[in-house]
């Protein structure tokens, strides 16, 4: 019977340092995992191009400084305004006018504006088709961030241009599309005037 106890006594000992030993070594290898974890959400690269804003072509074409000290003429994609500066005089209107100078009010404090692409990069005049964010936002489809930050998207929400398909650079279209309408029904920016309205029929 003693020495049943002894190695049970033993056995207990043993079971003891093993979970003395283990446990520790498990949490801190869960510790380092953790901070692993958190050190690769932390350096997440963003998903967006950062260009330095030069100056407003017209209601939806900008100039921005690329990374090169380059300038390069950037049409934002998912979006019409009217002419204002289209080589054909008879193109141009006082809403095109209106148009860019809203885009000019708007990014006139800009300093740093963010680019995102689509399936096209470029087009056929060698002009950079993008997305322009006011903000480096890290979830380019939340609805609230596209509605507060997106140039292309407050020009339209705001009735200063309206949403247009480009296929295939089409990943922000339904949104656009929708601002749209909401903006044409409350009348908002140039939807109050009816020669703004004939331009799209």
């Known amino acids: 019977?003693?020495?049943?106890?002894?190695?049970?006594?033993?056995?207990?000992?043993?079971?003891?340092?093993?979970?003395?030993?283990?446990?520790?070594?498990?949490?801190?290898?869960?510790?380092?995992?953790?901070?692993?974890?958190?050190?690769?959400?932390?350096?997440?690269?963003?998903?967006?191009?950062?260009?330095?804003?030069?100056?407003?072509?017209?209601?939806?074409?900008?100039?921005?400084?690329?990374?090169?000290?380059?300038?390069?003429?950037?049409?934002?994609?998912?979006?019409?305004?009217?002419?204002?500066?289209?080589?054909?005089?008879?193109?141009?209107?006082?809403?095109?006018?209106?148009?860019?100078?809203?885009?000019?009010?708007?990014?006139?404090?800009?300093?740093?504006?963010?680019?995102?692409?689509?399936v096209d990069s470029d087009d056929q005049y060698d002009r950079i088709l993008a997305y322009v964010w006011l903000e480096d936002v890290k979830d380019t489809f939340d609805e609230a961030a596209i509605k507060e930050s997106m140039v292309n998207a407050i020009i339209v929400k705001n009735g200063y241009g309206i949403g247009r398909r480009y296929e295939p650079t089409v990943a922000h279209d339904d949104i656009l599309q929708s601002l749209t309408k909401e903006a044409e029904a409350s009348n908002a920016g140039l939807w109050q005037y009816q020669g703004f309205r004939n331009l799209w029929e």
């Open 1 to 118: 019977m003693k020495t049943q106890n002894k190695w049970q006594r033993i056995g207990i000992i043993l079971i003891a340092i093993m979970i003395g030993v283990g446990v520790p070594e498990y949490l801190n290898s869960q510790n380092v995992t953790d901070i692993n974890i958190s050190n690769d959400t932390n350096s997440q690269e963003s998903n967006l191009d950062a260009v330095k804003f030069i100056r407003t072509v017209d209601g939806d074409t900008i100039i921005v400084e690329d990374k090169t000290g380059e300038h390069k003429r950037v049409r934002m994609i998912g979006i019409d305004t009217p002419e204002s500066v289209a080589k054909e005089e008879e193109r141009n209107n006082k809403y095109g006018v209106m148009a860019s100078d809203y885009t000019k009010e708007l990014l006139s404090n800009a300093g740093t504006l963010y680019l995102e692409y689509d």
